[in-house]
């Protein structure tokens, strides 16, 4: 009996949707035995004590029960005050605050809430594997607009005006960005934001990273005049606060936009774990220490893997905020895929291939530094002695940096 193929009844856009170039890689990693893994975009403190308990309380106290759809109206409240205290921004936490099954739900759900079939969607390059696919799902059509090292990752207004056709609904910007760590000043940021008033834009903006910024203040999208009403401002506990795994996010908008977010969710998630909601208010209301004290640790490290880089002959562009570098491994003589590959295979440490973010990550890798002391300075070991075998130089004749606890002066406990 011939096999039937069933593939054909499967959405076409779906099936025109490649595997993410980041699990394709990590397939390769789950294969190989003693690998230091630089790849993951995760903190390696765990999610503070105080965070952690006020989850076991909660469920001492039998809360196991659903949400509302919006989520817990206290956790709302306490988004919106920390959103007016820290960027002057007022949300009214009943009706333009959505919390979400991490940001990457309400990534989702603002793509599916605002496109039609053959909007265009600008997105700068590199970008987070998400992003087109889900530009893509949502019957959008990504158009990105490359950046380089040059200039410092950073798209422009003129480059935004430029790529603008009649089709373009919606600009999608990430800063800090994932992955190469870039930053947007203020000034910078107000000019895209005077294009996309001009041209009637909506704008999403994934803010995830923004207390994860060593160069000057991150400037939040909404705060920017004529902004708050056209933007979708994205957000969550991952990254500041170390809670990737308990999956809570959150978007901000106008109550429009936030509450067809909202028909959405209501009927395929219903709503965010209570647990992990009680988790989220706790860190919004005590966490700011131990995030303080975490995002100083990344500080020290990002000077310190970044000369790494470049005391081994790699360049590197300096992140301004995130936990990522972005080397240019090209010196190497090889490609982004092939660099990776070769020094997991022969050096068991496994970075990200940049082209995994879109053409204009090829010739570059994505490291985390949000590894821990010993892993980095192991890793950077190996990676060190792979690249003297391509054949670059290396700066100096003595080993390369070691990524020591004495040198950074800090204890991992927070």
């Known amino acids: 009996m011939t096999q039937k193929n069933w593939s054909d009844r499967i959405n076409p856009a779906v099936r025109s949707v490649p595997p993410s170039g980041i699990r394709r890689f990590f ?10 893994s630089l790849g993951v975009g995760e903190p390696d403190f765990v999610t503070p004590w105080h ?23 206290e956790l709302r409240e306490a988004v919106a005050a920390d959103l007016e205290r820290t960027y002057n921004v007022k949300y009214n936490p009943k009706n333009e605050i959505l919390i979400t099954v991490g940001v990457s739900e309400a990534l989702d759900l603002a793509m599916r809430a ?40 950073r798209i422009s207004a003129d480059q935004v005006r430029s790529a603008i056709t009649p089709r373009t609904k919606v600009l999608l910007l990430c800063y800090p960005n994932n992955p190469t760590g870039a ?3 203020r000034e910078e940021l107000a000019k ?29 999208l909404a705060s920017l005049p004529g902004m708050q009403e056209r933007t979708v401002l994205l957000n969550g506990f991952s990254k500041a606060y170390a809670m990737t795994g308990w999956r809570v996010g959150y978007a901000a908008g106008n109550p429009d936009f936030i509450g067809a977010m909202t028909k959405i969710h209501q009927y395929s998630m219903l709503c965010t774990p209570i647990t992990g909601q009680m988790a989220a208010l706790e860190a919004l209301k005590n966490g700011q220490p131990g995030m303080r004290r975490m995002v100083g640790h990344y500080n020290r490290r990002r000077h310190l893997v970044v000369q790494a880089f470049r ?27 092939e660099f990776a590959e070769e020094l997991l295979k022969q050096e068991q440490v ?46 100096i004749i003595s080993a390369p940096v070691k990524i020591s606890d004495r040198q950074e002066g800090i204890c991992q406990t927070i």
């Open 27 to 36: 397939d390769l990693v789950a294969e190989t035995r003693g690998v230091i």
């Open 51 to 73: 965070i952690r308990e006020a989850c076991i309380y909660s469920l001492e106290k039998g809360y196991t029960m659903y949400t509302s759809n919006w989520g817990l109206l």
């Open 114 to 153: 605002l496109l039609v079939p053959g909007d265009e969607v600008l997105i700068p390059e590199p970008s987070y594997v998400s992003y087109a696919p889900c530009t893509t799902l949502a019957g959008g059509v990504p158009v990105f607009m490359p950046t380089s090292m040059e200039n410092n990752f």
């Open 183 to 185: 930053v947007m000043e």
């Open 192 to 220: 895209i934001a005077e294009v996309a008033v001009e041209h009637d834009l909506i704008v999403i903006s994934d803010e995830i990273y923004d207390r994860l910024t060593y160069v000057g203040e991150h400037t939040c």
């Open 311 to 337: 005391d081994m002959g790699v360049p590197c562009f300096e992140p301004g905020g995130a936990f990522y570098a972005f080397p240019q491994v090209s010196v190497t003589g090889l490609g982004s895929e």
């Open 350 to 395: 496994a970075l990200v291939p940049g082209n995994a973010f879109g053409r204009s990550g090829e010739g570059f890798a994505r490291v985390s530094y949000a590894a821990s002391l010993d892993d980095l300075s192991e890793a950077f070991r190996r990676m060190a002695r792979f690249v003297r075998r391509c054949g670059v130089r290396s700066r």
